[in-house]
């Protein structure tokens, strides 16, 4: 066997390894840049009451940061997970509700129960962009420190509340 | 009547400011991905997140801001992947010089290997 | 009777494959003249057996057989006969299954005209085609089963995706499988010429018809399909270097590269070993742009479903067949002694010149698709590559090309040095002012229009010194031709990028606006029921200067079995412009918003290919020559 016998067959399965790990890449994860950055600075108005919140908000305490909408079905489906996670006390539960009608979220909320302890209006859709949110529903987790940690497309479930996200949120009782 | 010729100025230099802005706007949407289709650009999509995405970039040339800082401000919040046109860095420096060390290394070979 | 055809079809491949190992015999079993015959009686029954096949697999279609997955997937009661027989080879399973059956075809081809080979050069020829249908139906019958059963009946099928449902794309599968297949000839024959002792220049102009014929299809195909997502898509676009598009173009500019790089061995016994390398990368490109397109490994409009048992599957044929390619190669290459030498200054030498590019610009569109998945791997930031990168890099690799082939006539002619001059500075100072004809307003754009210019002028000039000469015409007329159309191409991509206009408008019922030449009015929107859709269509009325022009028609229209509606552009058709018409969204009531786009020149982009294929066909037509 020859030097360029030799190169090909290497430089060939080499090729062919970046294609068979890429394989099992999904192509569609993309992951996002604010991780391990601040969250972004808001003034929004409280959903319920004529108040103008800002990142004071925040308790010194890991906090979950959930995207809704009452337009939206998948927010639906994660709802129940939310009520359950509300109860526990060792952190925060904040709500973003994106681009909605008011009066439309808060009928919503009514039917469905309310687990957010503050659910600021992003009417605009500016705090979402300043997320780098894609759509609805999206969760986050951000640290005493208001540092991002996590952050999930689309709807939560058992899975990942318990591989995911608890794992970041320290222990729980 | 030096008001009127002002005012003319105006006019006119805030017609082809605001081509300029749409030329701008035009070239920008084309380079930028929709994150949430199957490989479009924003000019293409009308997904409800590119719709929100152009509008900002609107507002965001309308206040003076050029295409340079909007394209940092949207890769800042949604990654590199939302430029169609890679970013030169050390990352992608192999992208952007290889063909040119391709080419070398090409010519050189058959040129070695054919021309007396 | 219509269930038995679906298990006739499965059996028949069954049967292919079984008559793809016995054609594989020979190379086993001594006794040459008996094998070999079985060789080559195997080598043509492949096509019928597939072909039939093929066609059962269309009659499930027609008899509506949704007890198959596949039928079931993508067909649909209501869907006109048209398309139930073109739903055939719509998805993953059915176009491999096309594939199989071209490749089926080129193989019998390949059996009847090789007669006059040398006989271990034919047998290794037919055999390594073999070994490639094999490969293809395993990986049909194993993974990609068009024939499989469902679990449970559906009453009706889920209804071809509505942009499929369309004549362009019904031909355009078809086209570029020719191509692509007719690429395995070249990398088989290449592939047995290594195990001959030499590469005899008349080998080389054995095979130059099949390169020909191969690039033609696969010129097209592609064609059809720029063509396609033009009419179809609704946003006047071409070409997007999506990693679909890049996967046919790659092989297309490397056959380019062969077909030049051929005319130089066949005639003068020069560049052996590279147009035997080149035959293999051209080929493996083919089924790497198959591996991009199905594994599900890359982001695109046109990927089909993806699965990554598929993958594996092409990822080791890729590997098998590429890597024992290039192992082959590599380990004969040395033999392969040129029988003469080449100068930079000379024919062969230009088409030295000619391959660096091309290949160059084929490493840099492969560097392009594969750049963010190699990263993603690596576990870097992903990134994105698109138009604007591929722009960059392309475009400046063909301007010096364009130069090279306009140059061609002159360096063909032979003349002196002086006269050659003159000649130079003669066709320059014509291409120059006659671009200048266009009012040129960028440097990009004056770029383009000389290269076009410069090509034609110095086209028309040869071909006026050699009226007299009809032999010279002769063996020219396919290069005339072929060149010609890629100035004409230029011409259109020019032309219509740098003086196209685009605008978004909302009108009123009745309303008029104004757009660059012409006025456009929305005169009225009527609502169509067809058999599997419904449709909004608008009249739009063209004027120019008071001067009614044409009725446009766009439709938006929502398939039955779809949620999002689909658009269909309103296209008035010109050589000298299209004014193309999309219909966005109701914005009011008797409001709507609309896109129109302006394109001056833009079909002389699918004219000239149409040139490209001539020329082609002429070259295959004079060129052939008995061994």
């Known amino acids: 066997m020859n030097k360029s016998t030799a190169f090909a067959i290497i430089a060939f399965s080499f090729m062919s390894f970046f294609l068979y790990q890429g394989l099992y890449n999904d192509p569609k994860k993309v992951e996002s840049p604010l991780i391990g950055k601040e969250f972004p ?18 308790q010194n305490k890991k906090t979950i940061i959930n995207v809704w909408a009452s337009w939206c079905l998948e927010c639906e489906r994660e709802h129940s997970h939310l009520i359950a996670l509300s109860k526990d006390k060792n952190f925060d539960l904040i709500g973003i509700n994106y681009k909605d009608n008011t009066d439309d979220a808060k009928g919503w909320l009514n039917m469905r129960g309310n687990p957010y302890r503050i659910i600021v209006a992003d009417l605009s859709g500016d705090l979402s962009l300043d997320l780098g949110v894609y759509g609805v529903p999206e969760t986050y987790i951000i640290d005493e420190n208001q540092v991002i940690l996590y952050k999930h497309i689309g709807p939560i479930n058992n899975r990942i509340i318990q591989q995911e996200m608890m794992p970041l949120l320290g222990n729980i009782e | 009547m030096k008001k009127i010729f002002i005012i003319i100025i105006f006019l006119l230099s805030t017609n082809s400011y605001s081509e300029d802005i749409e030329k701008q706007y035009k070239s920008l949407i084309e380079e930028l991905r929709c994150m949430v289709c199957q490989n479009q650009n924003l000019a293409e999509s009308e997904a409800p997140l590119a719709v929100d995405m152009k509008q900002k970039i609107k507002e965001m040339l309308e206040s003076g801001k050029n295409k ?41 070979i058959l040129f070695r290997r054919y021309i007396k | 009777m219509i269930i038995e055809i679906g298990y006739i079809g499965y059996f028949l491949l069954l049967l292919g494959l079984m008559n793809c190992l016995l054609l594989l015999t020979p190379k086993f079993v001594t006794g040459l003249n008996v094998s070999s015959n079985i060789l080559l009686s195997a080598s043509k029954l492949h096509f019928p057996i597939l072909l039939i096949s093929f066609i059962c697999l ?58 006059n080979l040398h006989k271990s050069l034919r047998i290794n020829f037919l055999a390594t085609m073999g070994i490639l249908n094999l490969a293809f139906l395993l990986f049909v019958v194993a993974t990609s089963n068009p024939f499989d059963r469902t679990m449970t009946v559906p009453i009706d099928g889920g209804d071809l995706n509505p942009l499929l449902q369309d004549f362009g794309l019904i031909v355009h599968p ?64 071409w070409w997007f270097w999506d990693p679909v598009e890049n996967a046919s173009f790659m092989p297309w500019l490397m056959s380019t590269a062969l077909l030049h790089s051929v005319i130089a061995t066949s005639e003068k016994g020069m560049f052996k070993s590279w147009t035997i390398l080149l035959s293999i990368f051209t080929f493996s490109l083919s089924l790497l742009g198959t591996f991009l397109v199905r594994s599900g490994i890359l982001i695109s409009v046109h990927s089909f479903a993806s699965d990554p048992t598929r993958g594996i599957f092409i990822l080791f044929m890729l590997f098998a067949l590429i890597g024992g390619g290039l192992i082959i190669y590599t380990m004969n290459s040395k033999k392969f002694i040129d029988d003469n030498e080449v100068t930079l200054f000379s024919k062969e030498g230009f088409f030295l010149l000619n391959n660096i590019l091309l290949v160059t610009a084929t490493f840099t569109i492969l560097l392009g698709t594969m ?32 130069l090279l082939v306009g140059y061609i006539p002159i360096l063909l002619s032979r003349a002196s040095k002086n006269a050659q001059l003159t000649q130079l500075g003669v066709i320059l100072i014509l291409s120059i002012i006659l671009s200048l004809t266009f009012s040129v307003s960028s440097i990009l754009f004056f770029i383009g229009i000389f290269s076009a210019t410069w090509i034609i002028v110095n086209i028309l000039y040869d071909v006026i010194l050699s ?36 605008k978004e408008l909302v009108l009123n019922v009745g309303e008029t606006k104004t757009i660059g030449l012409f006025d456009y009015k929305l005169e009225k929107l009527r609502e169509l029921k067809s058999v599997n859709y419904d449709a909004i269509i608008a009249s739009v009325l063209v004027s120019k200067n008071n001067q009614f022009i044409t009725e446009i028609n766009p439709e938006k229209r929502l398939y039955h079995s779809s949620e999002s509606p689909m658009t269909e552009a309103g296209i008035h ?31 002389f982009i699918w004219i000239g290919t149409i040139f490209m294929v001539i020329g082609s066909i002429f070259s295959i037509r004079f060129k052939k020559k008995s061994l």
């Open chain 3, 467 to 502: 009226l007299d000469n009809r032999i010279k015409l002769k063996n020219r007329i396919g290069m005339y031709f072929a060149h010609f159309g890629l100035a004409i191409f230029i011409l259109g991509a020019s032309v219509s990028e740098n003086n196209k206009i685009e």
């Open chain 3, 371 to 402: 750049y963010p998945l190699f990263l993603d791997v690596l576990g870097l930031e992903k990134i994105s590559v698109g138009v604007p990168y591929y722009n960059a890099v392309f475009i400046p690799l063909m301007i010096p090309l364009m």
């Open chain 2, 68 to 108: 340079e800082q909007i394209k940092n401000f949207l890769s800042e919040r949604y990654s590199s992947y939302i430029l169609y046109e890679p970013p030169i860095n050390n990352q992608n420096i192999i992208l952007w010089f290889g063909p040119l060390i391709f080419i070398i290394i090409l010519s050189y």
């Open chain 3, 58 to 115: 269309i009659a499930t279609f027609v008899g509506e057989d949704y007890s198959l997955d596949y039928v079931a997937k993508n067909s649909n009661s209501n869907l006109p006969l048209m398309y139930k027989i073109s739903a055939a080879w719509a998805g993953h399973e059915g176009s491999m299954l096309l594939w199989c059956v071209v490749s089926s075809f080129w193989m019998f081809l390949a059996s009847i005209f090789s007669g």
């Open chain 1, 41 to 58: 600075k808001f003034k929004l108005n409280d959903l319920f009451i004529n108040t103008a919140h800002d990142n004071n908000i925040f």
């Open chain 3, 573 to 603: 058709g010109r050589i000298e412009r299209d004014l193309y018409v999309s219909l966005g969204n109701m914005v009011d009531d008797n409001k709507w918003s609309l896109r129109i786009y302006d394109k001056p020149f833009i079909r």
């Open chain 3, 174 to 237: 078809p086209m570029l499988y020719m191509g692509y297949v007719g690429l395995s000839v070249v990398f088989s024959f290449a592939i047995a010429c290594c195990f001959e002792s030499d590469f005899k220049k008349e080998w080389a102009q054995w095979i130059r018809p099949w390169i020909l014929a191969s690039w033609s299809f696969l010129t097209l195909g592609i064609a059809l399909g720029s063509w396609w997502a033009y009419y179809e898509l609704g946003w006047g676009g």
